[in-house]
């Protein structure tokens, strides 16, 4: 396997990627996440000058949903899947929601529905009911074409196995969401200056000496630092991540995790991650529990840096 830590991304000399408009910077203030004990609804925010690990509401320690705070939120949200006459419950009754220009993991066991979850969130599947609110406004229920042009454009997934088209270069392969959010008018247009960020995005995740070649000639953490370039190709505002390093050894997998907080920290992208993996999830900001179709708790983490050395 070719190894993806020659050309770090994270080097000091690496170019500077700048943020769409519509992604914001993280906040200067942290606002405080204290633990949601399984079964309790969100509540009021904890109080200034409040210790956020010990204060209690009347119903017990929570942690509020905030739309100028939060980027997506999502409440009471319930989804199950019929096999012949039976409906097979897996999501019953989630809140979630995830903090603008921060890292979100979502834990659980295989079954938890941890990426049902994910998938909601993206729009790629629709709860049977709940809410999903993005920066403001309802997509949960938005019609089908809408919903798709919301996730070519506000949205950015890497999924555990690349997905890439075989036949594509990897320059290819990362033009393709921009191919489809322009259309073929306007992708001419504008196609130098599309090819050019591609290009840029190629260059930040290390792989500029690999634009020309194919999928079955990148090794995984290639793949995948090249699935990563093709979710940001369109500036999206969140980057939704379904076990990024769960099918690469623990070295490649580590350098995914850095090239993800550098992407976060240096250009406030919000980040939605699901991982099995605790030692990955506790290198979040923070931390859903999923246990049984519902969280069985929320968890903050101040996080300073992945340790070169994992």
């Known amino acids: 396997m070719n190894s993806t830590t020659s050309n770090n991304p994270t080097s000091a000399n690496s170019t500077t990627f700048p943020p769409a408009p519509h992604v914001l910077r993280t906040a200067s203030r942290v606002t405080p996440w204290r633990v949601v004990h399984p079964d309790e609804p969100l509540g009021n925010e904890v109080p200034d000058g409040v210790d956020s690990e010990t204060a209690e509401s009347a119903k017990g320690p929570v942690r509020a949903s905030d739309s100028s705070r939060d980027l997506i939120i999502a409440t009471g949200l319930t989804k199950a899947y019929r096999r012949h006459k039976t409906a097979v419950p897996v999501l019953t009754g989630v809140d979630f929601?995830?903090?603008?220009?921060?890292?979100?993991?979502?834990?659980?066991?295989?079954?938890?529905?941890?990426?049902?979850?994910?998938?909601?969130?993206?729009t790629l599947d629709r709860p049977d009911s709940g809410e999903i609110i993005f920066d403001g406004g309802r997509i949960d229920s938005l019609p089908t074409r809408q919903q798709?042009?919301?996730?070519?454009?506000?949205?950015?997934?890497?999924?555990?196995?690349?997905?890439?088209?075989?036949?594509?270069?990897?320059?290819?392969?990362?033009?393709?969401?921009?191919?489809?959010?322009?259309?073929?008018?306007?992708?001419?247009?504008?196609?130098?200056?599309?090819?050019?960020?591609?290009?840029?995005?190629?260059?930040?995740?290390?792989?500029?000496?690999?634009?020309?070649?194919?999928?079955?000639?990148?090794?995984?953490?290639?793949?995948?630092?090249?699935?990563?370039?093709?979710?940001?190709?369109?500036?999206?505002?969140?980057?939704?991540?379904?076990?990024?390093?769960?099918?690469?050894?623990?070295?490649?997998?580590?350098?995914?995790?850095?090239?993800?907080?550098?992407?976060?920290?240096?250009?406030?992208?919000?980040?939605?991650?699901?991982?099995?993996?605790?030692?990955?999830?506790?290198?979040c900001d923070a931390l859903v529990r999923l246990k049984g179709g519902k969280v069985e708790r929320l968890e903050t983490q101040f996080w300073d840096a992945i340790p070169s050395s994992i």
């Open 97 to 122: 929601a995830a903090e603008r220009g921060k890292i979100t993991a979502i834990i659980g066991q295989s079954g938890s529905g941890k990426s049902t979850l994910l998938h909601l969130l993206g």
């Open 148 to 283: 798709d042009r919301f996730r070519n454009r506000q949205l950015g997934m890497i999924f555990q196995f690349y997905h890439l088209l075989p036949e594509l270069t990897l320059l290819e392969n990362v033009l393709t969401p921009a191919m489809i959010s322009y259309g073929a008018f306007q992708y001419w247009r504008n196609g130098r200056e599309i090819r050019e960020r591609a290009k840029h995005l190629i260059e930040l995740v290390g792989l500029s000496h690999r634009m020309k070649h194919r999928p079955r000639e990148l090794s995984g953490g290639e793949m995948q630092r090249t699935a990563i370039a093709r979710a940001l190709v369109t500036n999206p505002s969140l980057l939704l991540a379904d076990e990024p390093t769960g099918n690469l050894d623990h070295e490649t997998g580590a350098s995914i995790l850095r090239l993800l907080r550098q992407l976060n920290e240096e250009h406030g992208l919000t980040i939605v991650m699901v991982t099995h993996d605790e030692s990955i999830a506790g290198q």
